[in-house]
C-alpha cells in the first residue's frame, strides 16, 4: 500500500509525527560528537565551540527543523482541520518529510545549494497546505 492511498487526514497526522521525529536525527550525530569530546555535564551548551564542524552544523540543523516543523504542523493541521482533501494535500505533506531528511543530511556534509533547495521544498510544502486550507474554506 503506498502512502498516497491512506487517507488524506491520515497523511497529514503521520507527516506531523514523521517530522517531528525528524527534528531529532541531526541531533544524534551532536549527542556522538559531544561524547567523543568529553560531555560537559556543568556547561553542556558551552561545548558546542569545541564540537567538530559537521557537529556544529548539525546543531543548526537541529535548531532549524525546531522552527520549520512548527510551520508545517501549523500548515497540516489546518489542512486537517478544514478538510482538504486533495492528492495534491497528501502529495505536499508527504514531500515535506524527505525534503526535511535530505536538508539536514546536505546541512551537515556542507552541500549550501542542495540545503537550500530542500529547504525551498519543505516551505513550499507549507505554504501549499496553508493555500489549500484557506482556498477550503471560501
Given at each position: 500500500m503506498s502512502l498516497l492511498q491512506l487517507p488524506t487526514p491520515t497523511i497529514f497526522l503521520y507527516s506531523i509525527a514523521?517530522?517531528?521525529?525528524?527534528i531529532y536525527v541531526p541531533y544524534l550525530l551532536v549527542a556522538y560528537a559531544r561524547a567523543r569530546i568529553g560531555y560537559d555535564?556543568?556547561?553542556?551548551r558551552a561545548m558546542f565551540d569545541k564540537l567538530p564542524p559537521y557537529?556544529?552544523?548539525a546543531t543548526w540543523a537541529h535548531?532549524?527543523?525546531?522552527?520549520?516543523?512548527?510551520?508545517?504542523?501549523?500548515?497540516a493541521?489546518?489542512?486537517?482541520?478544514t478538510g482538504v482533501n486533495s492528492s495534491m494535500a497528501a502529495t505536499a505533506a508527504i514531500a515535506?518529510?524527505?525534503?526535511?531528511?535530505?536538508?539536514?543530511?546536505?546541512?551537515?556534509?556542507n552541500?549550501?545549494?542542495?540545503?537550500?533547495?530542500m529547504f525551498g521544498v519543505g516551505s513550499f510544502s507549507s505554504a501549499t497546505l496553508f493555500y489549500l486550507s484557506i482556498m477550503q474554506q471560501r
Amino acid at each position: 500500500m503506498s502512502l498516497l492511498q491512506l487517507p488524506t487526514p491520515t497523511i497529514f497526522l503521520y507527516s506531523i509525527a514523521a517530522a517531528a521525529v525528524l527534528i531529532y536525527v541531526p541531533y544524534l550525530l551532536v549527542a556522538y560528537a559531544r561524547a567523543r569530546i568529553g560531555y560537559d555535564f556543568s556547561a553542556p551548551r558551552a561545548m558546542f565551540d569545541k564540537l567538530p564542524p559537521y557537529a556544529q552544523r548539525a546543531t543548526w540543523a537541529h535548531q532549524n527543523s525546531f522552527e520549520s516543523f512548527m510551520i508545517f504542523a501549523a500548515a497540516a493541521l489546518m489542512a486537517y482541520v478544514t478538510g482538504v482533501n486533495s492528492s495534491m494535500a497528501a502529495t505536499a505533506a508527504i514531500a515535506f518529510i524527505p525534503a526535511r531528511l535530505l536538508y539536514s543530511t546536505f546541512y551537515i556534509v556542507n552541500i549550501p545549494l542542495l540545503r537550500s533547495l530542500m529547504f525551498g521544498v519543505g516551505s513550499f510544502s507549507s505554504a501549499t497546505l496553508f493555500y489549500l486550507s484557506i482556498m477550503q474554506q471560501r
